[in-house]
């Protein structure tokens, strides 16, 4: 029953919030002086929303759990085909000549922003309200089920209600503390049979294969999925490709670098200079206000302007408000001889967490919701940085960065990135450098768009700040 009321839920919203955008579309271009038309109630209510919910249906939009970033991008990708079949349609239809131009431009992106924004509304709900749900049991209960299970419940895109665990040797108690563990590897059969569960995640990517296959063989007659995270953790994946060699009974995997690929990098900037060219008008009286309040809290330059390692490692000038009083340096060095726990701390984050002595009375709320590095908004206008990328290192860190130099300074580096969205100043220097170089090796368009929309959630929440 679960499995075929998802579909129809999703069908539903689709469905209504089509219909919206049609409607929304007519007001809209009335709005803007268009003339009204009147248009066929049946394709209006009915041929125009079902050839989108038929390129929903075709891209696989109803029937498979994925992460949300990656349904956007399937409902993109309908909307698309949806509206080049629209088109044709109404072509044949002979009403392309009664259908205004600018209605049918509103329209797709009204489409685009309502089947988003429902389908958002609607798996919040079901996910807050604990509602059409998969069970799923996991075999393994070690760090790679925790990042599992960290997955499943901060992604709205999984529905995933775990039931329990399955393993030999429990590694992460925190895990048993909010999920029972219901025997080992050997009780897989027993207990997928007594529970009637229907999917199963192997979380165990150092598992022997002739173990894994017999593990799989044991189970694969009781359930209906079965899914496994194989030891390839770390590895690019973005662009992974899967050929199936049947004869030899062998999976082939083929990773591509997209940031070695001239197209990918002439998109990024184009996606950089059009988005922060209009973000940048939209918050000039922002950044006016924000050069007023720093005059008149502390002497110095509105602007501090750093040093920092771009493209290919190129030194280039990082434009930041100034957040700091202008003798830091001695300020920093008298606090550390003076407080030997902030030394250590300092040693292994490069950063002081709470109270920072350098830091101004404007410079401290700047600095919790990122403000101080909205001026690299002209960075990315000059093009020495981007709206996502890797963090911009300090000339002095490129001994502590190693080998790894030469694949973060591939591209330029970001505003914000992984490592801004996945702790921020909660992590050590070793694990931002580990979190740009997983960054540069699975690049893609949507990994840029899904830190974006995390980095406002983080930073509007002050999460990680220092």
């Known amino acids: 029953m679960r499995n075929h009321l998802m579909p129809l839920v999703l069908i539903l919203t689709d469905y209504i919030a089509i219909l919206l955008a049609e409607g929304e579309g007519f007001w809209l271009h009335w709005l803007l002086g268009g003339e009204r038309y009147t248009y066929t109630t049946s394709y209006v209510l009915v041929w125009i929303p079902l050839l ?32 080049m079949a629209c088109i044709i349609l109404l072509y044949f239809a002979k009403l392309s000549l009664s259908v205004s131009r600018g209605y049918m431009i509103l329209v797709p992106f009204l489409i685009c922003a309502n089947l988003i924004a429902f389908r958002i509304g609607a798996r919040i709900f079901l996910k807050k309200h604990n509602l059409l749900t998969v069970p799923v049991l996991i075999i393994g209960a070690g760090r790679t089920a925790k990042r599992l299970i960290r997955c ?34 050997d009780d897989a059969e027993r207990v997928i049979r007594e529970t009637g569960v229907q999917t199963v995640v192997i979380a165990i990517p150092g598992l022997d294969k002739d173990k894994l296959t017999t593990l799989i063989e044991s189970i694969q007659l009781y359930v209906r999925n079965i899914k496994y995270i194989p030891d390839l953790i770390e590895t690019p994946m973005a662009s992974i490709t899967v050929d199936n060699l049947f004869n030899e009974r062998m999976l082939m995997l083929g990773i591509n670098n997209n940031l070695a690929m001239k197209r990918n990098r002439i998109y990024k900037r184009c996606f950089d200079f059009a988005f922060t060219l209009v973000g940048t008008l939209l918050i000039s009286p922002i950044l006016l206000i924000l050069a007023i309040c720093i005059k008149l809290d502390s002497k110095g330059p509105v602007f501090y302007n750093a040093s920092r390692i771009g493209r290919n490692g190129q030194i280039f000038k990082c434009y930041k408000f100034r957040s700091m009083h202008m003798n830091s340096g001695t300020i920093l060095k008298k606090y550390l001889a003076e407080n030997p726990d902030k030394a250590k701390e300092w040693r292994i984050y490069a950063k002081l967490h709470g109270y920072d002595p350098r830091v101004t009375k404007t410079g401290v709320w700047m600095r919790k919701y990122s403000l101080d590095e909205l001026p690299q908004l002209f960075n990315v206008l000059l093009g020495n940085m981007s709206l996502v990328g890797p963090r911009p290192y300090l000339p002095r860190e490129k001994e502590d960065i190693g080998n790894n130099l030469g694949l973060i300074t591939q591209t330029t580096p970001g505003i914000t990135g992984y490592w801004q969205v996945n702790g ?7 694990e931002r450098v580990e979190m740009d170089v997983w960054y540069v090796r699975n690049w893609s368009v949507w990994i840029d768009l899904m830190y974006l929309a995390k980095t406002f959630k983080e930073v509007f929440a002050g999460k990680g700040a220092y």
């Open 52 to 83: 989108f919910l038929l390129f929903l249906g075709s891209f696989r939009a109803y029937v498979r759990m994925r992460p949300l970033i990656m349904e956007i991008k399937k409902v993109l990708e309908s909307v698309l085909y949806g509206t």
């Open 424 to 430: 921020r100043s909660d992590t050590t220097f070793a």
């Open 152 to 185: 499943f419940e901060g992604d709205i895109g999984f529905r995933y209600r775990v039931i329990g665990f399955l393993d030999d040797h429990p590694i992460v108690p925190e895990l048993l503390e909010k999920y029972p563990l219901l025997g080992n590897l």
